[in-house]
């Protein structure tokens, strides 16, 4: 487990401002860490996240016994963070059963159609399921915020899209969350937090490995010359939705390896904190199983 301390620095407290540039985006080895040295630290991100896939395996199955509680997770980033890796990493031990992921492209038609959370309410996770957005509700306060003519085609009864336009959907998505938390759905909100620099290096990889060249998109090269404007969007929405019952955390995401432990645990610790139980065997079940057991012994062959 990571110790608190260490997790607290990632928590975007309700009500603060966020500035992008407080959180580290490389998990900086100071005090303790640092006399460990980086190779040792790396060794234990390992453990951690392999502990925390045994735990999150279990977890996920009480979670499905128990049936009251859903859990999702919220996975915002630059492109290149390791949303991908991350899902596939963190979700590998759990019962693919028990867990929906879900990626969000640019809306439909048919999305359009539609309140701008419509979408997202048909892929929410069932009771008892770990659901994984990736990419989620908060592209229509991100991408729509940076490109705001994405919402010309969007037919609005809006005049204007100032503050108050965005303020509104703040409020819809904490509004949302809120339902969604006090109906037993557990949020859980990660902003994979690259540095620009990391994203370069990392695109440049995409380029020149053959095998990576398929996720090189030329799209996600222009995207990259809006960096300051999704700086913008993200802490300003950062601020407005760090809220008690849906909280953000800030991960470092320049190095994977500390990306996957930390996200693992804050997962696995979530899960752990609830109150979740087999469910107990009535004496009606006890007497059908009693009878099972009688009937299939009576029947025993040979
Ligand atoms: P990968 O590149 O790893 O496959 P991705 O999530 O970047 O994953 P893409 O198909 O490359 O997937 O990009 C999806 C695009 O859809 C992103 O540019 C994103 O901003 C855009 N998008 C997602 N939701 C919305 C939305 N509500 N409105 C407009 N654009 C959106
Ligand atoms: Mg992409």
Redesign the pocket.
Known sequence: MIQQEILDRFHVPPGKKVRLKDYETGWELTGKLAELGRGVVRQRAQVVLEENLKELADAQELLYADDRYSILIVLQAM?AAGK?GTIKHVMSGVNPQGCQVF?????SAEDIDHNFLWRYMRCLPERGRIGIF??SYY??VL??KVHPE?LDSQRLPVKKYGKKFWEHRYEDINAFEHHLVRNGTVILKFFLNVSHDEQRRRFLERLERPEKNWKF?S?DLA?RGYWDQYMDAYEDALSATSTKWAPWHVIPADQKWATRAIVADIITSAIRSLDLKYPEVTDEHRRLMEEARRKLTETQEG
């Open positions: 492109d991908d990626s969000f492209k640019k809306p990736n990419r592209e229509d991408v729509v994405i998109s799209a995207e």
